[in-house]
């Protein structure tokens, strides 16, 4: 069983440049940006499903569906996976999204069910989730959480289980990568899959090779 969260605003297309550390210097570790913290569930789902590539991938996959479909509230909306089979949970601002959230995680290759107790929030509870309150500009923090799970689906579709061993962190458009990978060739293009990917403005390598 696995969590995740993450979010969507509008992408701007652009092409990337690596900012990687010079030889020899020691590259200096990056703060995180909203969207660490927006995907806390999400890197938690990453962590837990090593032994299944494609329950990952299930699960950012609906994510995606999720925030492109909902924008903020699919940032409220819990995800469990297991054998195809979806449970959504949390609660959310637009009545709307109740529905809409089922329809997205159900139009998402390889969903076989999902069954939902998303519920309207109700106006009178306390605070908003933690989730929720982290995010300093919501469409911004949205955009990053939603590139970062643009980046991890496409890292699970070419790199496989090795794809566990890259953080991806988005903040402002800039994606830093850190980790370890175990050749020169898949770090080259664990890059160069973010760079590719539609909304990124610049990407750091910080990816080791340990063999």
């Known amino acids: 069983m696995t969590r995740a969260a993450?979010?969507?605003a509008a992408l701007v297309v652009a092409l990337a440049v690596a900012c990687a550390p010079a030889a020899g210097d020691v590259a200096p570790t990056p703060s995180p940006g909203p969207a660490a913290r927006v995907g806390r569930a999400i890197d938690h789902a990453w962590?837990?499903?090593t032994d299944s590539v494609g329950e990952?991938?299930?699960v950012v996959r609906v994510r995606v569906a999720l925030l492109d479909r909902l924008k903020e509230d699919g940032l409220r909306v819990s995800i469990a996976t297991h054998d195809g089979a979806v449970e959504l949970s949390g609660a959310v601002k637009n009545r709307s999204s109740v529905e809409l959230a089922t329809r997205a995680a159900a139009s998402v290759k390889g969903v076989r069910s999902v069954r939902s107790r998303?519920?309207?929030?109700?106006?009178t509870q306390g605070p908003e989730p933690p989730v929720a309150r982290v995010v300093g500009s919501v469409e911004r923090s949205v955009g990053d959480a939603l590139l970062e799970a643009r980046i991890k689906t496409r890292l699970?579709?070419?790199?496989g289980k090795v794809a566990f061993k890259v953080d991806v962190d988005a903040a402002d458009g800039v994606v830093?990568?850190?980790?370890a990978v175990p050749d020169a060739a898949r770090k080259r293009l664990a890059a160069g899959i973010a760079r590719s990917?539609?909304?990124?403005?610049?990407v750091r390598d910080l990816l080791t090779v340990k063999e």
């Open 6 to 8: 993450a979010g969507c």
């Open 47 to 49: 962590d837990q499903a």
């Open 56 to 58: 990952a991938l299930l």
């Open 118 to 123: 998303v519920t309207v929030a109700d106006g």
């Open 156 to 159: 699970l579709e070419q790199l």
């Open 176 to 179: 830093t990568l850190s980790g």
């Open 197 to 202: 990917t539609s909304g990124v403005q610049d």
